[in-house]
């Protein structure tokens, strides 16, 4: 096992287009990372870099305390597991978790102590005489799993393993993931773009946009307390609800967000200090912090659709021209094209600066 730490590592194409921007973040001995993002932010470079697949273009690279920019792939002690399996079609299970390890010149025992330690693991202990044609897309995936298990690495790297696989096996691998790295305690390193692998694998998650750290830290904390506009609409399915407005303070201790021709908006108590009103801000709204109410604290909607997934509904609604999503469990609403009171959760609200799209807390109130 070891720990995985970039200092300032940038990655500089030829063309002149800048992949990562100096990124600058440790991943601890044991630790399954998340690198996630949209397509094109970085992700898959950063780990390709540390596979040794892609050329360092400034900054430092260390595996363990050892600085690995110039070590090549074979000598980094890390095996990577790639989405497309990457299988020999024409070698048994047995032989294609075996191929890595003959040609690293091990004996046969050890390779067939580690074959079959890989295989009752990961439940293809039944299989070891199969072709991967004649296996699901999850077993291919346990078996890619398992050539890099049998390496016995110090660093596993992912790069979105289950993207090809449906929404159920998705599941099901990704289980199989975790568990994995709990059994083994080794470090993992996790790409991909569906946030719902993020925030259910991930020990952290780095959020990555453009090439550019967001922001690093335990799904749960990104969730309640965002960095910044991204990461809040990033991280969240139905994404968080956002308002562009003037802040204005009431009576009582009640807060508006002044819309200008879209209306406004009435935050409740929010725990704002008095010296935010009259600034510009985005205030977000997570889908389940918007609830059916009434009041003076209310504001009118119009239902545009209710989408039933079981134990609760996406109610998508309409607000001066603006889309909006409110998470409420099963229940009686008006109908489509109807209109409702709808109200926020004001402990609930995030602020961001409408300038930097950076999180705002009332104790940097000017």
């Known amino acids: 096992m ?5 200092d300032g590592v940038r990655k500089v194409y030829d063309n002149g287009r800048v992949a990562v921007h100096g990124a600058s973040f440790d991943i601890a001995d044991g630790e399954l990372m998340v690198l996630v993002g949209p397509s094109g932010c970085g992700k898959s470079t950063l780990l390709r870099m540390v596979a040794g697949l892609e050329e360092i273009s400034a900054g430092t690279l260390s595996i363990g305390g050892r600085v690995v920019n110039d070590v090549a792939p074979k000598d980094r002690d890390i095996a990577m597991v790639f989405q497309n399996y ?32 890989a295989a009752d693991m990961l439940g293809l202990g039944g299989m070891l005489d199969t072709l991967p044609r004649a296996m699901s897309g999850g077993q291919r995936q346990r078996v890619a799993l398992g050539r890099a298990l049998v390496r016995e690495p110090a660093v596993f790297l992912l790069d979105e393993p289950l ?6 096996l998705r599941h099901s691998v990704r289980t199989e993931i975790a568990h994995l790295h709990r059994k083994l305690g080794t470090t993992m390193i ?8 993020a925030m259910t694998l991930g ?5 990555l946009n453009d090439g550019m750290v967001q922001q690093i830290d335990t ?31 009431l009576a009582g201790g009640y807060f508006a967000l002044d819309m200008d021709q879209e209306g406004r908006v009435p935050l409740g108590r929010a725990p704002l200090p008095a010296a935010w009103s009259g600034r510009e801000v985005v205030v977000g709204v997570r889908p389940e912090h918007l609830q059916p109410g009434a009041g003076e604290a209310a504001f009118g909607v119009l239902i545009d659709s209710i989408e039933p997934v079981g134990n609760e509904m996406f109610v998508n609604l309409r607000h001066a021209g603006r889309a909006l999503v409110m998470r ?3 229940q009686v609403l008006p109908a489509a ?3 409702i009171d709808v109200a926020v959760v004001p402990a609930a609200l995030h602020f961001f600066d409408a300038a930097s799209g950076l999180r705002l807390d009332a104790a940097q109130a000017a």
């Open 190 to 197: 996790y790409v991909t773009h569906d946030q719902v692998e």
């Open 219 to 249: 799904p749960m904390a990104l969730y309640q307390r965002p960095a910044n506009l991204f990461v809040a609409g990033f991280l969240g399915s139905p994404a968080m609800n956002t308002l562009k407005g003037r802040l204005q303070a």
């Open 203 to 207: 020990q952290r998650i780095v959020v």
């Open 2 to 6: 070891a720990d995985v730490r970039f």
């Open 337 to 339: 094209g109807e209109g």
């Open 86 to 117: 990457a299988l020999y079609p024409h070698m048994t299970v047995a032989e294609n978790l075996a191929f890595g390890l003959k040609l690293r010149g091990h004996d046969k025992a050890e390779i067939a102590r580690r074959v079959q330690g």
């Open 163 to 168: 993207s090809n696989l449906d929404a159920k």
């Open 328 to 330: 409420v469990p099963p």
